[in-house]
């Protein structure tokens, strides 16, 4: 009887152990699962929902929802090589194009709130409306809103985002940010101030447009295409320059923009393979549809005949830049009326020449426009030195006149002193 209440005792005590044993790794294994589920599900979160980055200095997150990774790529040469952590997360790798390239991604609220409910209106392109808007980094900015019906723009958004996103030059108008969220694609540029070249030149009211500033904007313009055509790897060519896609600052220094973009021409309202505008068109391009950088040379050559004459190319100006070029001085009959009496004859037909030389008819014997760079500064140049020579020659009579006063200084003191002695 002894023994048996012995075994029970033995029993329980063994059971109770095994029970309590089972009780602690009940326990340990629910801590162990519920830490590691918990782990997961954050880990989970920051893929799914939001990559924090830092661009430019500022810091700022991207939604992984809306990345273009599924609608394009990117092979740009500022892109980093990819290391084998960054393989793994495949998924992110246009996320880090936007940070790369420097180029922010916008949400659409974002963008919604820096334009005020999209009230800010600048002007309307054939891509859609271009909106003023100010961003968290207070930044001031113009926003090109993408007609979300048009499959064109949605290809011309992803050329222009991926060819910004390696393309910086003083003379283009840089993009700063983007914004692809909600069934809409919007580029984000620098603010330009003073609008575009097209308004200066054709809106009533618009400041007066000197000589001078002219000169400049037609150099810079130069400037910005020789980074495309030169500079750019491989070189860019834009398609579609006119003045209405010259684009100035606050301090009327004038940026190419929309490379990219460039639209079919509509002729007879149907729209043809050609690219570009009516007016600006190289006939060479028209006939033969082979797009080459002589064409955006011929472009320029229109827009360089705009700063001379404020005809506008759809309003026959061509015509009156054939008929003037009869005669050696027939540019000036043809200069633009504000210009009259402001400015050197001779720089103006010289300027003249050389958009005469970009108009060429065979394409061949068209300048390249590192020449027209050139060309252009020359006549800079020569203005500087002659209003060198112009101050140095106010100096000397300065001076002449300062001799005299002097003298007039030493006759006087003479003459008093004189008048001293006799008295
Ligand atoms: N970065 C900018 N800063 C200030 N204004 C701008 C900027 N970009 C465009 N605008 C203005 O917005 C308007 C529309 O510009 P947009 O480039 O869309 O069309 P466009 O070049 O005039 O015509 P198209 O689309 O037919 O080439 C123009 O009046 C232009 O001056």
């Known amino acids: ?115 005020q409910n999209f009230t800010t209106i600048l002007g309307q392109g054939s891509f859609g409306p271009v909106y003023k808007a100010t961003m968290p980094t207070s930044e001031v900015v113009a926003i090109k809103v993408l007609a979300s019906d048009s499959k064109q723009g949605e290809r011309e958004f992803q050329t222009e985002v991926s060819l910004l996103g390696r393309l910086h030059h003083r003379n283009l108008v840089n993009l700063v940010g983007y914004c692809v969220d909600k069934g809409q694609h919007m580029l984000i540029y620098e603010y330009m101030s003073n609008g575009s070249l097209e308004n200066l030149l054709y809106k009533e009211g618009e400041r007066v447009f000197t000589w001078e500033e002219r000169l400049q904007v037609a150099l810079d313009i130069s400037h910005g295409i020789e980074y495309l055509h030169e500079g750019a790897s491989p070189p860019v060519i834009h398609r579609d ?135 252009l500064s020359r006549i800079r140049q020569r203005r500087l030195q002659k209003e060198d020579t112009m101050s140095f020659s106010v100096g000397d009579n300065s001076h002449f006149v300062k001799r005299i006063e002097d003298q007039q200084v030493e006759l006087s003191s003479m003459a008093s002193i004189r008048e001293i002695e006799q008295a």
């Open 1 to 115: 009887m002894g023994r048996q209440a012995d075994l029970v005792i033995v029993g329980v005590s063994v059971g109770v152990a095994i029970g309590f044993l089972v009780a602690v790794c009940a326990f340990f294994s629910l801590k162990w699962y519920r830490k590691r589920s918990h782990l997961q599900h954050s880990s989970s979160t920051r893929s799914v929902t939001s990559l924090p980055i830092r661009m430019n200095g500022v810091g700022t997150s991207i939604d992984s929802s809306t990345s273009l990774s599924n609608t394009f790529s990117f092979q740009g040469p500022q892109q980093p090589p990819k290391s084998p952590q960054q393989s793994r997360w495949n998924g992110h790798n246009k996320d880090l194009f936007a940070s790369t390239s420097g180029i922010l991604k916008y949400s659409y609220k974002d963008v919604q709130k820096a334009t």
């Open 241 to 375: 320059l006119k003045s209405a896609n010259i684009l100035l600052d606050n301090t009327m220094r004038a940026k190419v923009a929309d490379f990219g973009l460039s639209k079919e021409v509509v002729l007879d309202r149907k729209n043809s393979s050609l690219k570009g505008t009516y007016g600006y068109i190289d006939p060479e391009y028209m006939s033969t549809n082979k797009f080459t950088k002589k064409s955006d040379i011929y472009s320029f050559g229109i827009i360089i005949f705009e700063l001379i004459t404020a005809i506008h190319p759809q309003q026959n100006l061509m015509e009156y830049v054939n008929l003037a070029s009869m005669s050696p001085d027939g540019v000036d009959e043809i200069l633009d009326n504000q210009l009259v009496g402001k400015c050197s004859v001779e720089e103006v037909r010289l300027l003249a020449n050389i958009a005469h030389k970009c108009l060429h008819k065979t394409p061949k014997r068209r300048p390249q426009i590192a020449d027209v760079s050139q060309a």
